[in-house]
């Protein structure tokens, strides 16, 4: 019987494509090179969720992008409860990958009227 000796494996295998386009959105984004969207939030390749304006607007002033908001009603996770909010949504093009939409809603207590994101919402449409 003739034993053959495998050769040790010194390339890592191909990453899969959901992984490559991953890391196109978080080089575009300036996000960690570790980034994948949140399933549990609700992310995708094409549509991710920050917490605040604030981020939201560092994100607008490093990549740019075309900035809308429209009024919404959010609920609980156990339904019981609604309420209204402003969402702000930031629509960055990355190339290979589409367009992707970063997300937040408005929080008054964390301020930012006179960020530069904030200048394409009038703040009569901002739910305190």
């Not at 740019?64 to 908001?69: A, D, K, M, N, S």
């Not at 409860?81 to 629509?91: F, K, M, S």
């Not at 589409?98 to 408005?106: L, S």
């Amino acid at each position: 019987m003739e034993r053959t000796q495998q050769k040790p494996i010194t390339e890592a295998p191909p990453a899969s494509k959901a992984h490559n386009r991953a890391a196109l959105v978080a080089r575009a984004l300036g996000l960690p090179t570790n980034w994948k969207p949140d399933e549990h939030l609700g992310e995708t390749l094409h549509f991710l969720t920050v917490w605040t304006q604030h981020e939201l607007n560092r994100l607008y002033i490093r990549v740019g992008g075309t900035v809308t908001h429209q009024l919404v009603t959010r609920t609980s996770d156990d339904g019981a409860t609604t309420w209204p909010a402003t969402e702000i949504t930031l629509t960055v093009h990355v190339p290979n990958v589409g367009d992707v939409q970063i997300v937040t809603d408005w929080d008054a207590d964390s301020g930012g009227t006179d960020l530069p994101i904030m200048r394409h919402i009038p703040a009569a449409e901002l739910i305190a």
